[in-house]
């Protein structure tokens, strides 16, 4: 049975940083598809970043340079490093993955079969 506990979330002022983590059971992060996504109040949820089995990684543009997707194989864990915040990020943030899908190809949700609980992400300014 495939679980994924997001941790890491908080509040924090413009310009902060935070760490999100992701830790998995169940499945293999070293052979699997992983994201990030993330939802505010209102609207749909939307990728942020991935990484693929092979930690080729990809981000939305809103966040280049801000945010770093990376992974712990041996502690089965997902990371999400976020500089630079601003209150735009303000959201719910989500891990997902696609277990045994070596590519992440796509940020469609409809993409990913398993999904954490969440953690949330306040900046303030």
């Known amino acids: 049975q495939v679980e994924l506990v997001e941790s890491g979330g908080g509040s924090v002022e413009v310009g902060g940083s935070l760490r999100l983590s992701c830790t998995a059971s169940?499945?293999?992060?070293?052979?699997?598809?992983l994201a990030w996504f993330r939802q505010a109040p209102g609207q749909e949820r939307e990728g942020v970043a991935t990484?693929?089995?092979?930690?080729?990684?990809k981000y939305i543009d809103s966040v280049k340079g801000r945010f770093t997707i990376s992974k712990d194989n041996p502690k089965n864990t997902l990371y999400l490093q976020m500089d630079s915040l601003k209150p735009e990020d303000t959201a719910m943030y989500y891990c997902?993955?696609?277990?045994?899908?070596?590519?992440?190809?796509?940020?469609?949700?409809?993409?990913?079969?398993?999904w954490g609980q969440g953690t949330q992400v306040t900046v303030s300014s």
């Open positions: 997902a993955t696609n277990p045994g899908q070596y590519t992440c190809d796509t940020f469609s949700r409809a993409a990913f079969a398993d």
């Open positions: 169940g499945f293999s992060m070293k052979y699997s598809c």
């Open positions: 990484m693929s089995a092979r930690g080729n990684t």
